[in-house]
């Protein structure tokens, strides 16, 4: 089914551990996009890429990377985790313009 | 710079009564604006979206409806059930076209 895929679903780490959250779509969208989302609060744009081999950076980009080596797949990483990171991950993806966001299921990380 | 404000921030209402949300924007150049509903524990699904050639749009029992020339937007749910009970986003194309700009939500609760 053509859909957008986050892994993992949960994700527990120590502080100071480096971590890549997965992300796929099977759409072939070419814009993709990371959020950070406290449940039910507001959407915070973290990364964002145009196509393969485009990335940009968000509202929150400073302490994470992102690289979009093929259409299908967007992995996030952080290289250093902190308390502070303890948060709710959504990938999503849209085909071009004036089309809305599918978003995957989200990776929630709790850094301790 | 591009800005989208959503109120309000939480709103009751009883089963059978209508709802409104309201959002205004900043960027002259968005011309497209989805709004997303977000149940406890799930993804953002897109439920109703507009574009900036027409005033309104009508999907049974939402609507939204489009005010440019005031930039500001309108999401109307009506005969309210429970089952409505969210968190509902709007949202506004920005940034060129490349991304979308969220508001900070509006937290639905229909009583029975």
Redesign the interface.
């Known amino acids: 089914e053509a859909d957008i895929y986050q892994t993992p679903r949960y994700l527990v780490i120590g502080t100071g551990k480096k971590i890549t959250l997965e992300c796929s779509q099977t759409m072939g969208h070419d ?1 993709m ?1 990371w959020y950070q989302q406290d ?5 915070h ?1 973290i990364h ?1 890429s ?1 196509g393969v081999n485009s990335t ?1 950076k ?1 509202d929150l980009s400073s302490e994470s990377t992102v690289s979009r080596i093929r259409t299908e797949h967007f992995p996030l990483t952080l290289e250093s985790a902190r308390p502070s990171h303890t948060s709710q991950y ?1 990938c999503a993806s849209r085909p071009g ?10 990776t929630r990380l709790t850094v301790v | 710079g591009e800005n989208v404000e959503q109120h309000p921030s939480t709103l009751s209402v009883q089963e059978g009564d209508s709802a409104v949300i309201k959002c205004t924007y900043s960027d002259s150049a968005s011309n497209y604006f989805p709004w997303y509903k977000q149940e406890l524990g799930k993804r953002p699904q897109l439920i109703i979206d507009i574009r900036s050639n027409v005033g309104e749009k009508k999907d049974q029992r939402i609507a939204v409806t489009l005010n440019k020339t005031a930039k500001h937007f309108s999401l109307h749910i009506t005969e309210t059930q429970p089952e409505d009970s969210a968190v509902y986003f709007c949202a506004a194309l920005t940034g060129g076209g490349n991304k979308l700009t969220f508001g900070t939500g509006t937290q639905l609760k229909v009583e029975l």
């Open positions: 814009k996009y449940p039910g609060m507001e959407l744009l964002y145009y940009e968000g959504l313009q004036d089309y809305g966001y599918t978003f995957g299921s989200g």
